[in-house]
């Protein structure tokens, strides 16, 4: 049974980095059938993908226009994670944040339980 | 972009009646559509992909049909746990992988 555990703190400064992880259970982050993904929710953005991370034989990343010079998606082998970075926050950035696993056969399939992220001083 | 539109915003149904829920794109993406369940405080959960394959453990109440640019989603007779909000997502054009606004299905 493959579960996504999120951890990372709820509040953020702005101008600070906010940083999730995500750790993977029942799968690895190296699977050569699956991406890693990283997707908000927030009542202005609704549903929102982020970036993704995957292994094909290297490592490929792909990011959202809308945050693309502020993002990084990082995966750690050793710890069987994936991580999120996002700089430069702005109470824009605030919302619930998830990580997703999507197979290549399927579509998000599994989910993290959320992380509630506020960005305020 | 792709752009994903579902009808209606909000569908008030009784229990044990169906209920469709339809997803439009503004482009074709074949087959490539996930519809999503979302309960309060909850994570989405994936219902349907493919367009119309059930996901591991989703009753046979919910089916999904449609291809290219019109989608639904049906709920043959809903059960209490059934009210919830639901999201399409296109993956044909992914990344990035498009949602729709979503779909409140509410107790009448």
């Known amino acids: 049974q493959v579960q996504l555990q999120q951890s990372g703190p709820g509040l953020v400064k702005p101008s600070q980095t906010l940083s999730l992880t995500c750790a993977i259970s029942g799968d690895s982050v190296s699977s050569n059938s699956a991406s890693w993904n990283w997707i908000r929710q927030s009542p202005s953005r609704g549903l929102e993908w982020l970036g993704r991370t995957y292994y094909r034989s290297k490592w490929y990343n792909n990011y959202a226009v809308s945050v693309k010079s502020r993002i990084t998606i990082n995966a750690d082998t050793s710890k069987n994670q994936f991580s999120l970075q996002l700089n430069s926050v702005t109470p824009e950035d605030t919302a619930v944040y998830y990580c997703a696993r999507k197979h290549i056969s399927s579509a998000l399939d599994i989910w993290g339980q959320g992380t509630m992220v506020t960005v305020s001083s | 972009e792709i752009v994903m539109t579902q009808s209606p915003a909000t569908l008030s149904v009784s229990p044990g009646e169906r209920a469709t829920l339809s997803c439009r794109a503004s482009?074709?993406?074949?087959?490539?559509l996930a519809w999503y369940q979302q309960k309060p405080g909850q994570a989405p959960r994936l219902l349907i992909y493919?367009?119309?394959t059930r996901a591991t453990g989703i009753p046979a109440r919910f089916s999904g049909s449609g291809s290219g640019t019109e989608f639904t989603v049906t709920i043959s007779s809903l059960q209490s746990e059934d009210f919830a909000v639901y999201y399409c997502q296109q993956y044909n054009n992914w990344p990035p992988g498009t949602f729709g606004q979503g779909t409140k299905v509410e107790i009448k």
């Open positions: 493919g367009a119309s």
């Open positions: 482009q074709s993406v074949s087959s490539n």
